[in-house]
């Protein structure tokens, strides 16, 4: 009997330039996806959102999150300082912690009772010294250079940034404000500067595509305006539009930028786009009750791509944060966390909360760009590796762009990406 | 005991029976993509809310699906059959028995289990929202309506998306 030959098919073979064609593969081969994780997930510097401050206010308050495909645990220390450690037990491996919120004064592990401190050292463990018999002699204990010290949770670098926590397993990684650069920085200041927030709840969608679709999503000021007929029949984001791209020095965050219209007919950018209803009105006006936050300084929407884990949203008068876990090549989890601020007035939160019905896996907005991302893995997967996405609206090039009929973005990103990944 | 306005005596086996055929005309609208009948089972003033079990355990206010009176119905139905672009699926509810909570003849309160199951064209039925509805009511001559349904699911994972009320 003949063995099957070894498929050599073109996987891993970039064959074009730059970054506007994306080769299939990209989305589907796990040894892809292996290397995504260890390089964009748990090293090279990148940093991972992990969670709002406001989830874990007080001493000992917790909540399960991800780094990638790992567990970890996102505690508030005594001194208030906040702490991110691996959920897996040093002993034997146990994802021990199976509350996904509460407040703990210590993490026990159940196998064994190996207890740990907020900080992820160990505390203590059952036996150590071994079990003293009633003639003085001691059967068993770990050996008597054990050391603690050496035994504790993985502990993550930690830094918040004005309510938002990021970790990394790197704990080489630069400084948050030099990952984030100096074009990105202001836009995240305009939403996050210092002011508390107010927890409006969480949603959370399984998704089956690959997990960089979302990223790309938020890079593509491209579909808004046609995919979602909320956006060009009601003015929250069109082609007529003043708006920017924004994006840091590596290519692999950005912001778009855009500032709403009345929306209505406008030949350039409704005729023949089937998505627009020239006569849709909102038998509830409610769900679309703008009212201008003089923080918002011009814009309505900023859309911020932080790579590879989190987008932040502000869309009119909604705002939150979508942290993307990874699960396999083809799915990914997108946890939405809506947020308000300390100072809203009950109406303003009744507005943040009437508007989040345009977002999340329910949205009038949102949940087409779920399904369009299924579609494009079902797509990928049927054709195979040696299919590419064609990502040239606005050339081939990557730069900022002041106005959304462009894909630069997407380019910025995978002319990162090819760089890490060595492809 | 139970009694409806104009003090005509309203049994609790009554009441029961009420609710339990307004859960299974409600599931059978629903199965059968009829938003006039879905909508018509609300007070015009209503509350239609798809919310976590985990925002609603914890006092948190967002749901994946809040709105507020007919109108605000009627946009989520235009919503569904001309603008959100989906795969289109079938809905098939299956509503336990009704537990009232209360009723004083004018306003009754009650819980009910539900599973709604998803099936694709072309693919197998799977579980989609598994969890319960937490409803008050209005006695009126037109029958019971809900004046607020709270759907409160366990499902940690909405199946990408959720677009049909359930």
Redesign the interface.
């Known amino acids: 009997m003949n063995a099957i030959p070894p498929f050599e098919g073109p996987e891993h073979r970039w064959t074009g330039e730059g970054s506007s064609r994306i080769p299939f593969w990209a989305y589907t081969d796990p040894a892809i996806y292996r290397r995504e994780l260890e390089r964009f997930f748990y090293g090279n510097g990148h940093w991972c959102y992990v969670a709002l401050e406001v989830e874990i206010p007080d001493p000992g308050d917790f909540k399960l999150s991800w780094v990638g495909e790992r567990s970890v645990i996102v505690v508030r220390d005594r001194d208030g300082s906040i702490n991110v450690v691996e959920n897996r037990c040093a002993h034997r491996g146990v994802r021990f912690c199976r509350k996904?919120?509460g407040n703990a004064r210590s993490f026990v592990c159940p196998y064994h009772q190996w207890t740990y401190k907020l900080n992820g050292d160990l505390a203590g463990l059952p036996f150590r010294h071994g079990v003293k018999k009633e003639d003085g002699s001691v059967q068993g204990g770990m050996p008597a250079d054990f050391d603690l010290k050496q035994h504790g949770l993985a502990r993550l670098k930690v830094e918040t940034w004005n309510g938002l926590v990021f970790a990394t397993f790197d704990h080489t990684a630069p400084p948050l404000s030099e990952y984030f650069g100096a074009d990105v920085v202001p836009w995240l200041n305009r939403i996050f500067d210092g002011r508390r927030l107010t927890?409006?709840?969480?949603?959370?969608?399984?998704?089956?595509g690959n997990w960089k679709l979302m990223m790309e999503n938020i890079k593509d000021p491209y579909h808004p305006g046609l995919?979602h007929?909320?956006f060009v029949t009601f003015g929250l984001w069109r082609a007529d539009q003043q708006s920017r791209m924004v994006m840091d020095s590596h290519g692999r965050h950005a912001v778009m930028i855009s500032q709403r219209n009345q929306g209505g007919e406008a030949k350039a950018v409704t005729e023949g786009v089937t998505?627009f209803?020239k006569d849709?009105t909102?038998?509830?006006a409610?769900?679309l009750d703008v009212v201008v936050e003089p923080w918002w300084q011009g814009p309505t929407v900023t859309m911020i791509t932080l790579f590879p884990s989190v987008i932040i949203q502000q869309q009119v008068n909604s705002l939150s944060t979508r942290h993307i876990v990874p699960s396999g090549p083809d799915s990914f989890?997108f946890i939405w966390t809506?947020f308000g601020f300390e100072d809203d007035t009950e109406e303003m939160?009744r507005r943040r909360?009437?508007q989040?019905?345009l977002f999340?896996?329910?949205g009038?907005v949102s949940?087409?760009d779920?399904?369009?991302i299924?579609?494009s893995q079902d797509g990928f997967r049927q054709k195979g590796p040696d299919g590419e996405t064609v990502c040239e609206l606005d050339g081939r090039g990557v730069g900022p762009a002041d106005h959304m009929v462009t894909e630069t973005l997407i380019r910025g990103m995978y002319g990162y990406w090819r760089k890490v990944m060595e492809i | 005991m139970a009694v409806r306005t104009g003090a005509i005596a309203l049994s609790i086996l009554e009441s029961q029976h009420r609710m339990d055929q307004l859960n299974a005309a409600y599931g059978e609208a629903l199965d059968a993509a009829d938003y006039d009948a879905w909508i018509g089972m609300f007070t015009e003033d209503c509350h239609y809310r798809v919310v976590s079990r985990e925002n609603y355990d914890q006092g948190l206010p967002l749901s994946i699906m809040a709105l507020e009176g007919h109108g605000m119905l009627r946009d989520r139905v235009y919503g569904i059959t001309n603008t959100l672009f989906h795969s289109p699926y079938y809905q098939r509810h299956v509503i336990g028995t009704a537990r009232i909570l209360s009723d004083d003849g004018r306003t009754l309160h009650a819980t009910a289990n539900y599973a709604v199951f998803r099936t694709k064209p072309g693919s197998v039925s799977e579980v989609y929202n598994v969890g319960r509805y937490i409803d008050r009511l209005l006695h009126t001559r037109e029958g019971l309506k809900l004046q607020e349904r709270i759907c409160v699911f366990d499902s940690e994972m909405v199946l990408n998306s959720l677009i049909y009320p359930v």
């Open positions: 996904p919120k927890l409006l709840g969480v949603n959370r969608q399984r998704i089956p995919l007929t909320w998505s209803r849709m909102l038998n509830d409610r769900l989890d809506h939160t909360l009437r989040a019905n999340g896996p329910a009038f949940a087409d779920g399904e369009v299924e579609f």
